[in-house]
Structures are given as C-alpha cells and as structure tokens.
C-alpha cells in the first residue's frame, strides 16, 4: 500500500510542470494586465487631440505618438524611432530653406542693387542714385518687417502650442503620481504652479518677444540714415527682453526643483514607514499587500515615464517646427549680409547682420520656454521615481 502511494505521489509530481505550464501559456502577463487596466482608467483623450495636431502639422513624417503606441513599443522592447524623428525634421528644414529660396533670391538682388547705386553714388555724386538707393533700401527693410512680422507670430503660436499641451499633460501626470503613492509631491505640483507657468510664458510672450521685436525696428530705421542714432536704444530693449527671459527661467527653474525635492523625501518616508508597518502587525498577509503594491506602484510608474516621454517629445516637436523656419529666416539674411559686405555695402550689411540677430533672439525665447516645460515634466516624474527609489 505504501508503495503505490509513493507512486502515485510521484506522478502526481510529474504532472505538476505540465499543469503550471498550460497555466502560463493560456494566461496573459499580470503585469501587462495591470498596465492595460490602468491605461483604459486614464482619459487620454485631450492628449490624444493635441498629439494628432503634431502629426498633421508634420504631414505625416512623424511616427504614432499615441500613449497607448508609445507604451506598446516600450513594453515590446523596439524602442521609439528617434531616427524617424530627426529624418522629418531634417526633411522639413531642407523644405523651409527650398520654400524661402524667393525671399534670398530678393533680397540678393535688391542688395546686390544697393551696393552697385552706392558705388554710383560715391563714383557721380548723383541725386538719382540716391533717391533709387534710399528706394531699394526701403523695400528690403519692408521684406525685412515682414520677416519680423513672421517670426513674431510663430514665436508667440509656438508658446501658446506649447503651454496647451503641457495643460492637457499636467493632470494626467499628477494623477499617474497620486496613483503611485507620491500624494506629497502630487499636493506640491498644485495648480499654482501651472498658475506660475502661465504667468511666466504670459510675460515672456507679451513683454520680452515685443521688446525684442521693437529693437528689431529701432535697428532698422537706426541704418536709414548715419545721421540717425538709436542703435544704444534699440540694444538696450533687446537686452531688458533677453534679461527677463533669463531671470523667470532661473526663478521657475529653482522653485521647481525645490518643490521636487521636498516631495520625494516626504514620499519615499512615508512609504517606507508604510510598509514597515503593514509587514510587522500583519506578518504573512502583510508581506504579500506590500510586494503586491510594488508590483502595481511599479507599473504606474512605467506609464507614468511613459506619458513623461510622449510629453517631452510633443513639446519638442511643437518648438522645432517654428524654430526651424526662424532659423531658416535668420540664415538667409546672415547670407546675404556676408556676401555683400566683401562687396562695399557696409551699411547695409551691418542692418542685414543686425536683423538676423533678431531672429536669434526669438528662436531664444522659443528655447527658453521649451526647456523650461521639458524641466517641468521631467522632474514631475523623477520626483514619482525617487520616491519610488527611496521606499
């Protein structure tokens, strides 16, 4: 009798594998369970909009930026396609210069122009000259405040991009943190400091780009004429406009991070202590809620760097397109500065270098505004990830 108890215990052991195997293979991963259920809680759906928006501006260059596409290719292990990226904005800046190849062509020739009239004039004494070379001047300072005009616009549209789509990332992301267990660092990254953000993308979008944009003009009509001097004023403008930039993007930079740090220690404590707690008074069952959180905490985690991604992503994409055409526009007329200034357009050619160092200063501010929204996200989710560590 003992002996075929033995040997049914035996097979009984042998059959075991082959059970927890079929288990395995009919069974979805419980971690991707986890992860699918609370994606489907999150409403992704603003997000969603402002993602689709990027893919029509791009015409189609870009890869799927959803939350659910990104995250699918995270947990498959392919990777984000980077080099789709870099490829479409490569592809749209080669596009941007093609398409304002006119306005070079334009302003080449009518400086071109200008020099040869003022060769004419210093060679004749002419009034005529004079009167063709004040003519060709102005029509190149009017293509000029077009351009001016342009960069104003998308600078401001950019911003305004920009700070809507980092509205619609910033609840999600505060949820994903409270979900994780981060509550202090969720209470601390409150809606005053979107109030914080607005205000400062409101002062640099309303104050520092139109001081910029005035010292742009006061630059041109300073090389109407040697006998106008304004140049000190128009520097000083432009100046006043980069140092406001420079002082609210220290200030936002340190509150931020303040605020990031006190929140992840008060966390990662009280977690700790947590835990601690659970596993003491309850020993088995303790043991088992705890490393069940981890596990959940684990993978709110990993959405949560996940919309982190999609976030840094969408606001460099929504930079890099108006940066692209600024930066094309200050290439065409740094060009046609230094090609005409071997030729004798002296005056000109410090007008033309001059206004293209305007546009540098709007693709500043561009910059400025994009860093300090990728500082944002990023140190929202490090904040959730320190916690993390710390318990």
């Known amino acids: 009798m003992a002996r ?25 991963d419980p971690v991707d369970q986890i992860i699918e259920q609370q994606l489907q809680a999150v409403d992704t ?6 993602l689709r928006q990027l ?56 400086a071109l122009l200008c020099v040869l009239l003022q060769h004419l004039h210093e060679a004749l004494a002419g009034e005529v000259a004079d009167i063709a070379y004040l003519i060709c001047y102005l029509v190149i300072m009017g293509f000029a405040l077009q351009s001016f005009g342009r960069a104003l616009g998308l600078t401001r549209d950019a911003l305004t991009n920009m700070l809507s789509f980092v509205h619609a990332l910033f609840p999600l992301l505060l949820t994903v943190i409270m979900a994780a267990g981060n509550i202090s660092s969720a209470a601390l990254f409150n809606p005053v400091l979107m109030l914080v953000l607005t205000a400062i993308s409101t002062l640099i979008v309303n104050l520092a780009v139109p001081l910029i944009f005035f010292a742009g003009v006061l630059l041109l009509a300073n090389n109407l004429s040697q006998n ?13 406009g980069a140092g406001i930039m420079g002082v609210l993007f220290m200030a936002f930079v340190g509150f931020n991070i303040a605020q990031a740090t006190v ?51 969408g606001v ?76």
Request: glycine letters at 8%; one cysteine or more; charged letters at 15%.
């Open 316 to 391: 460099l994409l929504y930079c890099a397109l108006p940066a692209i055409r600024i930066i094309s526009l200050f290439a065409i007329y740094r060009l046609v500065a230094a090609v005409i200034q071997p030729l004798g357009g002296g005056l000109l050619s410090n007008a033309l270098n001059e206004i293209s160092g305007i546009f540098a200063y709007f693709f500043g501010a561009l910059a400025v505004v994009g860093v300090m929204l990728f500082i944002l996200i990023t140190v929202i989710v490090g904040t959730g990830n320190s916690a993390l560590m710390l318990r």
């Open 4 to 28: 075929k108890l033995f040997v049914l215990t035996l097979l009984l052991c042998l059959l075991l594998p082959s059970v927890a195997e079929a288990r395995t293979a009919t069974e979805s």
């Open 55 to 110: 893919e029509e501006e791009y015409a189609g260059l870009l890869p799927d930026l959803s939350l659910r596409s990104v995250l699918d290719s995270i947990r498959k292990q392919d990777g984000f396609s980077f080099t789709q990226v870099f490829r479409a904005l490569l592809t749209l800046l080669f596009r941007e210069l093609s398409a304002q190849s006119v306005l070079l062509i334009r302003l080449l020739v009518l």
């Open 45 to 50: 759906s603003d997000l969603d909009s402002y």
């Open 263 to 313: 929140g992840a220690v008060a966390d990662g404590v009280a977690l700790r202590a947590g835990k601690f707690a659970v596993k003491t008074f309850l020993p088995v069952v303790g043991s088992m809620i705890a490393d069940g959180y981890e596990t959940i905490a684990g993978c709110t985690i990993l959405l949560g760097n996940t919309l982190s991604f999609v976030g840094a992503v």
């Open 228 to 240: 106008l001097k304004i140049s000190r004023f128009a520097y000083l403008l432009r100046d006043i």
